[in-house]
């Protein structure tokens, strides 16, 4: 059985991941559990070369031919030049409760209506295998920002982006429904191809 190792820390983010790979022939496991620790500066100017930094920064610290996986998401408004964008995690410093970073952005777009309040959340996510290979793909969850937090089943950014086709925020979704058209969601899905 190949090993995965997944570049994060974050145990919400592991749990969704787990979920929507445990159909591959493979131990998925997190850096933490794999005994790896870094501390990595994603410098890129894109989803895209920020996971690929993290994924080819952990696969130079294994040693047993396992495939490193890295993501790198966040949240594009239209409205404010696809801002947090990159900085997502680190968007009014990276210690700021998510609480705090939504109501910020919810009153930056005070007075916006609905049609400009498109936004959506992006994943990308690199695969560093062992033959030094890197393939990335891209997945991607439209919608808009809605007017005040909803919802205690998502993360981050979730209980403010509004899903228009669902009449709820992401963070009101069960992992089930979320995992089916969620960024990440999408991306994984995409990735297991590489996988297989």
């Known amino acids: 059985m190949k090993k995965i190792i997944f570049a994060t820390g974050n145990a919400d983010k592991m749990k969704e991941i787990r979920k929507i790979l445990a159909d591959l022939d493979a131990e998925v496991v997190s850096m933490k559990e794999a005994g790896i620790q870094a501390d ?27 495939i490193v996986l890295a993501d790198d998401s966040g949240l594009e408004i239209d409205y404010l030049n696809k801002e947090p964008g990159v900085y997502s995690a680190r968007y009014m410093g990276e ?31 690199a695969a560093a295998f062992p033959d030094g290979r890197v393939e990335t793909v891209r997945g991607t969850m439209e919608g808009r920002i809605g007017y005040e937090e909803k919802g205690a ?34 991306a994984l899905q995409a990735i297991k191809e590489e996988l297989r």
Do not use: W
Not at 41 to 47: A, C, I
Not at 97 to 119: C, F, M, S, W
């Open 40 to 66: 990595i500066v994603e410098d890129g100017k894109t989803f895209e070369e920020n996971a690929v930094i993290k994924a080819t920064a952990i696969s130079k610290l294994t040693s047993d031919g396992e």
């Open 95 to 125: 210690n700021t409760d998510y609480h705090i970073k939504n109501a910020n952005l919810i009153q930056r777009l005070d007075g916006v209506p609905d049609e400009q309040r498109t936004a959506r959340f992006v994943c990308a996510i």
């Open 153 to 186: 089943n998502g993360f981050g950014y979730d209980p403010i982006f509004f899903l228009p086709e669902y009449g709820c925020t992401s963070a009101e979704l069960s992992m089930e429904e979320k995992n089916k058209i969620s960024h990440r969601g999408k």
